[in-house]
């Protein structure tokens, strides 16, 4: 299969990027001039640019098309309002095989009733569409627009002064808001006030025709506060330093949200969504295992599927995620753990990494502070 | 992408140079490539053999961490270790920087053989053409 490439796949290799596969899609994962650790410290210090048009775009719209999202996916659009988004997962619903396991994490814009934008992974974009498009009552329409739709994610400290430089609204925006600049007919730019590094941000939808131009337009805007193009690879050492889950890794057909923690993006008052009940009765027995954070102070990056191991060494978990953390300069590590080990917050375990145990510490993420709000 | 003709390489992307004149023994030092610190993206950790540690041709000596994956390193000649950069320890950047000079690893001597023990090994432009044809 040939990769898919994002609108500004020509300027990713006219600016040297690497770049790689991610849910079938070629992707830059750092940027000639830069690297991991550059765009990195770039984000939690001043401004990066990423492009994330592998992320799917779907819109779901028609007479109770949030109520009908709402009744499928699991945190609680009641919560929020026209303008706002908001972080969800689709789960397998009740009945299936693995139920309550995740299909994917998305986030939702909630533009009106009946008018929904969804955000799924790249991988997973086709599952979540196909589950929601055979589930819609008459008159709710899904409609996948990944291709039509460029996503950019505009991150750290100095993202604001940017966004005001090339001219899009947003500044005021409280966390997880959006708004959209005038326009029709696909002209318009939507801003949301998230991200997946920590830091303030903002992330930009524009339609595909009209990408190479922002882009531009943000890196010329950003000069000033030494803006960096990032990839992929410091987007993963952003977000594992803020312990959130990545889906194939920390979520999936066979992690729950209550092993990952994720149990506060689930409307358990709701009385519909996908894998309610399961979910339920796992909360109410308790997980099997949890997600937990390990820093690993000495050499030896602990990596995804690596055991976790007691101080018999005995297996008691497994690595889900794991780099090196540029900010606090040591391995950190996510891993799902045994209840029965009976480790918590400060617990000294060990990683096997590739053979030789590892001291690493239990921790609760974020391992860094977050700056989101 | 540099590829130095003053010394030999090997298809695991470590560079070998003889150091001072060839003879037995002879001490080489030994590197991983350009190319290799290219692939590998923002190396963080370094770790090498001890100083006196016996190597073999082909077995793993050491490793060198990015943020994103790690690799052996092998060890291109059978000898004993006779020196590591310590300095990576604090400045394992100094691989992406200087790869061919300050970023080298270790230096091993080769005790047995006549002449350059790096002979048989690939030169630099058949470590081009390997690395350009891959």
Known sequence: MTARTSPLHDRHVAAGAKLADFGGWSMPIEYAGG?????HTAVRTGVGLFDVSHLGTATVRGPGAAAFVD??????LGRIGPGQAQYTLCCIPDGEDRAGGVVDDLIVYLH???????????????AVLARLADAAPAGVTVTDRHTEVAVFALQGPRSAEVLAGVGLPGQQLSYMSFAETPGAGGDEVTVC??????????????????????WDAVLAAGEPEQIRPCGLGSRD????????????????????????????AVGWRKPAFWGRAALLAEKEAGPARTLWGLRAPGRGIPRPGMAVLDA??????????????PTLRTGIALALLDRTAGV??????????RGRPQPVQVVKPPFVESHVR | MAFPDDRRYTDQHEWVQVQGAAGSPTVVRIGITDHAQDALGDIVFVQLPDVGESVTAGAAIGEVESTKSVSDVYAPLSGVVAARNDALTDAPET????????????????????????????????YQALVEHS
Request: charged fraction near 20%.
């Open chain 1, 35 to 39: 690297g991991v650790l550059s765009e």
């Open chain 2, 95 to 126: 691989v992406n920087s200087d790869p061919y000079g300050e970023g080298w690893l270790v230096e091993v001597t080769v005790e047995d053989g006549d002449g350059d023990p790096t002979a048989a090994l690939l030169d630099a432009a058949a």
């Open chain 1, 193 to 214: 006030r998230t991200g997946y590094t920590g830091e303030h941000g903002y992330e930009l939808l524009v339609a595909a025709d009209r990408a190479g131009a922002l």
């Open chain 1, 237 to 264: 050492t952003l977000r594992t330093e803020m312990g959130y889950p990545l889906h194939g890794h920390e979520l999936s057909a066979d992690i729950t949200p209550n092993q990952a923690r994720s149990g506060w």
């Open chain 1, 71 to 76: 009744s499928c996916l699991t945190n609680d």
């Open chain 1, 312 to 325: 018999a060494g005995e297996r008691i978990g497994e690595v889900t995620s794991g780099t090196f953390s």
């Open chain 1, 344 to 353: 918590g917050d400060g617990s000294e375990v060990a990683v096997d990494v």
């Open chain 1, 112 to 126: 009106a009733d009946d008018d929904v934008l969804l955000v799924p992974n790249a991988a997973n974009a086709a």
